[in-house]
């Protein structure tokens, strides 16, 4: 099992930055994508962005152009760095781990609580 934990979340202002860090901790051996996921109440949890262990990005359309997703893989770690944040950008966001399925024995997700980020404009 692996257990994600995010930091960084925080009530800013209107195009400001915000770094959000997730680290993955226990059974990491299998991970082979780390991301984020957003999502407002009473609203479907959509994609940021995620990053997988030989570089391949997939972007959320709201992502596209401001953020910027990394990795430390020897760490764990997974950071998203945003950019000019609008009020729209206001969410809870996820981090999410997924394992390799030949790796793990099957398809495996896993996902942190997640830390509020709130734009104020």
């Known amino acids: 099992h692996v257990q994600l934990v995010e930091s960084g979340g925080a009530l800013v202002q209107a195009g400001d930055s915000l770094r959000l860090s997730c680290v993955a901790a226990?059974?990491?051996?299998?991970?082979?994508?780390m991301g984020w996921f957003r999502q407002i109440p009473g609203e479907e949890r959509e994609l940021v962005a995620t990053?997988?262990?030989?570089?391949?990005?997939s972007f959320g359309d709201s992502a596209k152009g401001r953020f910027t997703i990394s990795r430390d893989n020897a760490k764990n770690l997974v950071i998203l760095q945003m950019n000019s944040l609008k009020p729209e950008d206001t969410a809870r966001y996820f981090c999410?781990?997924?394992?390799?399925?030949?790796?793990?024995?099957?398809?495996?997700?896993?996902w942190g609580h997640g830390t509020q980020v709130t734009v104020s404009s």
């Open positions: 226990g059974d990491t051996r299998c991970i082979f994508s």
């Open positions: 999410r781990a997924r394992d390799e399925p030949v790796c793990a024995g099957g398809e495996f997700y896993y």
């Open positions: 990053l997988t262990n030989d570089g391949k990005i």
